[in-house]
């Protein structure tokens, strides 16, 4: 690949806000294709998004990372889990994760997708405080 030239008015602060908008952009790539058809997941992302994002209003998620609708189910999991299984596991440890995720394989959650995949969501499901 051919090394990057920059011009000589380039600073390093120019590298980091370019990293943001750049990630922006893609994000918004990403659902344009969607939006056409493409096989790529629904970012949820707008023009607001973008703009917002690109300027720092906003924070970028990174590139295909689930939507909310996509991340319900692990939140979903990880928050019934809490309820069953709060009071033989006051913290989540391996023996708790090692269960979950059987329970996840057992048919108990989205036969699409691996416990791996979803086991942010989960875990911030099972962490989460009722008000």
């Known amino acids: ?11 390093p602060v120019y590298n ?5 908008v750049k990630a922006a952009f893609k994000r ?12 790529e997941p629904d970012t949820d992302q707008d023009v607001n998004n973008t703009v917002a994002q690109a300027v720092g209003k906003e924070p ?4 295909g990372a689930p939507t909310f609708e996509e991340a319900e189910h692990g939140y979903r999991f990880g928050y019934g889990a809490r ?5 033989r596991y ?9 269960q979950l995720k059987d329970d996840w394989e057992s048919g108990g959650a989205d036969p699409e997708r691996s416990y791996e995949q979803y086991r942010r969501q ?9 008000p």
Do not use: N, V
């Open 1 to 11: 690949m051919k090394k990057q030239l920059d011009p000589q008015w380039w600073t």
């Open 28 to 39: 918004d790539w990403d659902q344009t294709k969607h939006d056409f058809g493409g096989q």
């Open 122 to 130: 989960i875990r911030r499901g099972w962490d989460y405080e009722e």
């Open 16 to 20: 980091s806000s370019w990293e943001r």
């Open 83 to 87: 309820r069953h299984y709060g009071k």
């Open 60 to 63: 970028i998620p990174p590139r």
């Open 90 to 98: 006051p913290a989540w440890d391996e023996k708790l994760d090692a």
